[in-house]
């Protein structure tokens, strides 16, 4: 092994709290939904029974409607707000009340084409768990069968505040009851690296709203933020695929059925992201009923959708223009580009593993390794970070982030 394998092997290791494992020591002491899932691809190079463990660990939590959280807190820590008192969903364990974006099931699938019969028995256990995470987000959070699931947080999409998010959250009126609230990552983390306070408060806000509301499954009609996220929307059709391939192996005619239909139904929804005029993918505000303004690295994740054509892919070069390297979350050419603050411009690893896989896929294998060697140039200079600046490289955020590490080992290193 070479000094950069050790050093990601130590980082799970290290990030390891028994069964789960934070994606960075302070800034976030809990297990985190789509970290945990890429992360057991990590795991998985190593030791396939902690990957699935990883796995297992999370879904030990998901609801009885079928909602996986995208925080549990395991155990307490005075380090993290919001912590459960404010999100207020009395669930055993403890977590918050909102998803984030379903990777899982592409996860188990690459687990289970890599391992042996153990991990085909895990996958199948887990099986029923997955298809009730998607059956959830294909009625509670697409009640009218549109094709198109709704997002009701910015916290759900995993890039909190992205410029895509903009309007549709400062439609979002700061609630004059707001409770008081002290912000424990500007204390982790340099703040400009972070979310403003403006934000914050709509984030809190949202928050607050959705528990008086008791988490009840109308929230997706009453939210004032309410967003079908391009990325959200492609993470779940690939997934959609690959429980549909899980169904198949585990002989689930059933399920394959209601996958298929979810399928189906995902391709037509799909027009409204593309902005005709530039062939680029942006979100769709489900309130002003049109497109977000901003589009960001999100919408080249059509490629992992397996929906990206060659227009698309002739998009990614020019994404580039002016950053050293990609893939930015923002173009650098965008007013509202800052190369250095969460999710409006810097680069986000596992971002850029599921657009270079598929683009891969798409038989743009030049383009796809161009983003793999970027991201290893990356690592290779600042190390394990959270995030990294598309102008200069600088690691920022979390240090020694284990999505980070677990990208070095199941995507960049070199290798066969
Ligand atoms: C945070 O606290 O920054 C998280 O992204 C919310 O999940």
């Avoid at 899982?104 to 895990?122: I, K």
């Avoid at 809190?204 to 959705?210: D, K, P, Y």
């Avoid at 990325?231 to 059933?254: K, P």
Wanted: glycine share 8%; net charge negative.
């Amino acid at each position: 092994m070479t000094s950069l394998d050790d050093q990601a092997a130590a980082i799970l290791r290290g990030n390891d709290r028994g069964g789960y494992t934070v994606p960075t020591a302070g800034l976030y002491p809990f297990q985190w939904n789509w970290d945990s899932c890429l992360v057991a691809l990590g795991w998985a190079t190593f030791d396939m029974d902690r990957a699935f463990t990883e796995i297992e660990t999370l879904f030990s939590a998901q609801w009885p409607d079928g909602m996986v959280p995208h925080i549990v807190f395991h155990r307490p820590d005075p380090g993290y707000f919001p912590g459960p008192d404010r999100w207020g969903t009395h669930r055993t364990p403890a977590s918050s009340g909102i998803t984030q974006p379903p990777v899982a099931a592409s996860c188990v699938r690459r687990l289970v084409e890599a391992g042996d019969a153990q991990a085909e028995a895990r996958a199948r256990a887990l099986f029923p768990k997955l298809l009730a995470s998607h059956r959830w987000f294909h009625t509670v959070r697409d009640p009218d069968g549109t094709g198109l699931v709704t997002t009701l947080h910015p916290w759900e999409t995993g890039m909190d505040n992205s410029p895509a998010w903009d309007e549709a959250l400062a439609r979002v009126e700061i609630a004059a009851d707001l409770e008081p609230y002290l912000r424990k990552d500007t204390g982790h983390v340099d703040p400009a690296m972070r979310p403003t306070k403006a934000e914050y408060d709509r984030y809190m806000t949202l928050v607050q709203r959705f528990r008086e509301q008791g988490w009840r499954h109308d929230i997706t009609r009453t939210s004032p933020f309410r967003v079908a996220d391009v990325g959200t929307n492609c993470i779940l059709l690939r997934a959609d695929s690959d429980l549909l391939a899980l169904a198949i192996r585990f002989g689930e005619h059933e399920a394959t059925t209601e996958i298929r239909a979810w399928i189906d139904r995902a391709g037509p929804a799909f027009a409204a992201f593309v902005d005709p005029s530039t062939g680029l993918w942006h979100s769709y505000d489900r309130v002003s009923q049109s497109r977000v303004p901003t589009p960001t690295s999100a919408g080249f994740l059509a490629f992992w959708a397996g929906l990206g054509d060659a227009k698309l892919v002739s998009l990614v070069e020019p994404w580039h223009d002016r950053t050293s390297f990609g893939v930015p979350s923002v173009r650098a050419t965008d007013p509202r580009f800052d190369s250095k603050r969460y999710w409006r411009g810097p680069i986000w690893l596992v971002v850029s593993f599921m657009i270079a896989e598929g683009l891969r896929e798409a038989g743009a294998g030049a383009l796809a390794e161009r983003v793999r060697n970027d991201s290893r140039t990356l690592i290779e200079r600042a190390g394990f970070f959270e995030y990294f600046d598309p102008l200069d490289g600088a690691g920022l955020g979390g240090p020694d982030f284990t999505w980070t590490a677990a990208m070095w080992l199941a995507w960049i290193r070199p290798g066969p």
